[in-house]
């Protein structure tokens, strides 16, 4: 399959802070690329370079056989970007933000992304006055109006209700069918679960994975076993082997680890000695949330 964004040994700082480093990726033609990371990780970063905006420090980027930061007139002509937060005038009305910026381009794919986005009844509304989810809409249709080849969309559903997020995943959806090409960031693991057809996984500035949500928790496994019991410990069950994390509600447990079997093991066993009795006790796979706290927890303790 086409690759149309290209990244070999990227780094970038900010004086002592290594921002992004020495990360080497490649994002096809069609797919919706996530890189997810927590707060401060270097997505926005790693997300800048390739729009553009920021020039690397050192390795080699090409995005649509273009160099960014050197050719980036050229190139946004072909990208479009939503950042996390579009400057649009308070008092400006939709239509007339839309008119505006479609006038920037020799064509427009305006009155489709009305229709798609469902924007006809906003038209006339001032974006001030907009939800958070409207607001995303009309955004997503700005950064659209050119019929990008590949959309970049920075924390697209930060700060969204449930719902919203969910109707905004939808509309990235119908842009990907269209035959996009989306590179987007997040922190929400459910976003990047349901909408990438592959991740990366970036901490402290550094790929740690790269492959499709499935494939990223068949590689790494990460499973937990659930349980009801009133009389086990956290402290015991946090100190067993493999063990990552525990989480425990009104006595039931949620044992996050890396071995299920050798965990189980020990917990019957110390159970069984002990005379403790625990109820539905059943093995579950983790989901990719569960990989980020995983993530989390060995950078915390590297």
């Known amino acids: 399959m086409e690759e149309v964004i290209k990244v070999d040994h990227l780094s970038k700082s900010y004086g002592n802070v290594h921002a992004v ?18 707060n401060g990780a270097g997505k926005t970063t790693t997300i800048e370079m390739l729009e553009g905006v920021r020039k690397p420090d050192g390795g080699e980027l090409s995005v649509l056989g273009l160099t960014p930061h050197k050719q ?24 007339e933000a839309i008119d505006l910026f479609a006038s920037f381009y020799p064509t427009t794919q305006k009155d489709h992304l009305i229709e798609l986005l469902g924007l006809h009844e906003k038209m006339n509304v001032m974006f001030d006055d907009l939800s958070g989810g409207w607001k995303q ?13 590949i959309l970049f969309l920075d924390e697209p559903s ?11 995943w939808g509309l990235i959806g119908a842009l990907k069918e269209q035959g996009c090409t989306i590179v987007l960031t997040t922190h929400y693991m459910e ?20 492959d499709t949500p499935q494939g990223l928790l068949n590689q790494i496994p990460v499973h937990y076993l659930a349980f009801d019991s009133e009389e086990l ?16 509600e009104n006595h039931s447990y949620k044992v996050l680890s890396e071995d299920q079997q050798t965990t189980a093991y020990y917990i019957f066993k110390y159970c069984y000695d002990n005379g403790i009795q625990i109820q ?22 590297a």
């Open 21 to 38: 480093k020495d990360i080497s990726l490649s994002v096809r033609k069609g797919e919706i690329f996530g890189i997810i990371g927590p």
């Open 158 to 168: 930060m700060g969204l209700d449930p719902h919203a997020r969910r109707e905004l």
């Open 280 to 301: 539905n006790f059943r093995f579950e796979k983790g989901s990719l949330d569960d990989l980020f706290v995983h993530f989390l927890e060995k950078e915390e303790t």
């Open 233 to 248: 410990e956290y402290d015991f069950l946090i100190s067993l082997p493999n063990v990552v994390s525990v989480e425990v």
């Open 72 to 95: 980036l007139r050229e190139l946004n002509k072909r990208i479009g970007v939503q950042f996390q937060a579009t400057a649009i005038q308070k008092k400006m009305k939709v239509k």
């Open 137 to 149: 809409r009309v955004t997503l249709a700005l950064a659209t109006l050119h019929k990008p080849e």
């Open 191 to 210: 976003e990047a679960e349901k909408l990438c057809d592959r991740v990366a996984m970036i901490y402290s500035g550094e790929l740690r994975a790269l």
